[in-house]
């Protein structure tokens, strides 16, 4: 399958899919968020691939759904939306593959869920995290499922309440990130990783995957569901509309709980 907003290589059983919107910050739209759950999929059925990871092009990983895309839209269309933007999520967790995240610059919003939502995560040292959509009238409730299951829930309340970026070694105190590394480490880190991985039992990778997401896994879809659910219904209230009109004017929102 070809594919133009993300890039996909495979190289000695490891499968490459590479954030390609550098020029929008990797932000997800319609187009992207379907190639990127594509090519997820076109991984996990190739036989020739035992490990999958996530990289991207340009200076940052992805900093969430871009803000053009919250207007114009029905309750029903930001429900399908929504759903859309978050299909990475269960994906992820279904597939038999180890998934990492190889992270540098900024993961926010919908980009640091795709983080926390992959299996393991080699970030570089000025990577940083944040849930930030609450700081434009919206809130990460898609990315709140992965990352409630890695903190716990007080951590993620605080964290998608507030809205603040955390530096990466706060991020692998919290278990958001496995190992960090120097900027120009993270491409041979994260290769490392995928290699060690890759030599392994492909079955027993599988199981091992499918035991740990098995004991909370039914929640955990049910959940994104709902979440998302909760999520189009605020993209479609005045309150929303205001926070991203003012973010992109740089102008102070005024919130009117509508």
């Known amino acids: 399958m070809s594919y133009e907003n993300v890039l ?48 991207a092009n340009g200076k940052n ?18 429900r399908e939306f929504i759903h859309l933007m978050d299909e990475h999520n269960h994906t992820i967790a279904k597939m038999k593959k180890p998934v990492i ?23 570089a040292e000025d990577a940083k995290f944040g849930t930030t959509a609450i700081n434009v009238g919206l809130i990460c409730l898609g990315p709140a499922a992965p990352l409630a299951r890695n903190v716990g829930r007080k951590k993620a309340l605080e964290m998608v309440l507030l809205g603040d970026i955390i530096p990466v070694a706060e991020a692998q105190r919290l278990g958001l990130v496995n ?14 990783l995928a290699t060690r991985l890759a030599a392994k039992s492909p079955l027993a990778l599988q199981i ?13 879809h049910q959940g994104l569901d709902v979440l998302g659910d909760m999520f189009a219904a605020l993209c479609s ?10 973010f992109l004017g740089k102008t102070k929102p005024v919130w009117r709980g509508r």
């Open 101 to 123: 995240a190889s992270v540098k610059g900024y993961a926010l919003a919908n980009g640091a869920g795709l983080s926390f939502a992959c299996d393991l995560t080699v970030a």
């Open 8 to 55: 996909v290589e495979k190289r000695d059983q490891i499968g490459f899919i590479t954030l390609n919107r550098p020029q929008a910050m990797n932000t997800f739209n319609v187009p992207f968020a379907r190639e990127l759950n594509d090519a997820l999929k076109e991984m996990e059925q190739d036989p020739e691939v035992r490990v999958v990871v996530i990289d």
């Open 208 to 220: 091992g995957k499918a035991g740990i997401y098995g004991v909370e896994d039914v929640p955990y």
């Open 61 to 78: 990983f992805s900093t969430g759904i871009s803000l053009d895309e919250f207007k114009g839209k029905t309750n029903k269309e930001y």
């Open 237 to 246: 209230t005045e309150d929303a509309e205001e926070g991203v009109k003012a």
């Open 179 to 192: 190992k960090v590394v120097p900027p120009d480490q993270l491409e041979a880190a994260t290769l490392e």
